[in-house]
């Protein structure tokens, strides 16, 4: 089992657009199964190559697992890209596991169409709705260097990213101590 250590806001690699990827070969699958172990490690949803250090257009995630093991249905989207989205609004309270215990009301469209490869390098097109629609609009967005914190207010991010310095400096995320729990609460959002 590999799990990778998670890159803790702020931290500049996650302002930088991740680089497609050239070719999906057995290198990036064994990243892609990092991934998914790192993502259920760390109780999350999704997650993007970049929240574990590598600068790749690759995102995991699984809205349906349960915490005592089950996976739900697993996505895998290699060089994703949104080809259309719907006009209806979808409020949801958004964390991420680059921000630890941080959560906000993000607004993303209900919908969307995604262009990208599968595992075997194969194309494809899906529409992604609810709280998937929400999870893939998220990791992509890791993936251009922007993160849940950019749609909301100045003030509220301030806050956000203060709290994470401080406990940054007081070691909170420290990898060797790392007990904590990124939130698989329905009640208080998502950790994406």
């Not at 892609?32 to 574990?52: C, D, N, P, R, S």
């Not at 409020?91 to 009301?105: N, T, V």
């Not at 262009?115 to 194969?122: E, N, P, V």
Request: proline letters at 5%.
């Amino acid at each position: 089992m590999t799990v990778f250590p998670l890159i803790i806001a702020p931290d500049p690699r996650l302002k930088t657009r991740s680089s497609p990827v050239e070719k999906v070969d057995d290198e990036v699958r064994r990243l892609v199964a990092a991934m998914f172990e790192t993502m259920y490690h760390e109780k999350g949803i999704g997650l993007a190559a970049v929240q574990v250090g590598m600068l790749k257009r690759i995102l995991v995630a699984d809205v349906a697992w349960r915490d005592d093991g089950g996976a739900g249905k697993q996505y895998a989207l290699i060089n994703p890209e949104i080809l259309e989205s719907s006009d209806e609004p979808h409020m949801y309270k958004e964390g991420c596991l680059s921000f630890p215990d941080q959560f906000a009301d993000v607004e993303r469209p209900a919908s969307v169409r995604v262009r990208y490869l599968d595992l075997s390098g194969q194309p494809r097109e899906e529409t992604f709705e609810g709280l998937l629609a929400t999870c893939v609009q998220h990791e992509i967005d890791h993936l251009n260097g922007i993160t849940f914190v950019d749609h909301i207010s100045l003030a509220k991010r301030d806050m956000i990213l203060r709290r994470l310095r401080k406990m940054k400096k007081q070691g909170a995320f420290d990898h060797a101590s790392c007990g904590h729990d990124h939130g698989h609460d329905h009640a208080h959002g998502e950790a994406m």
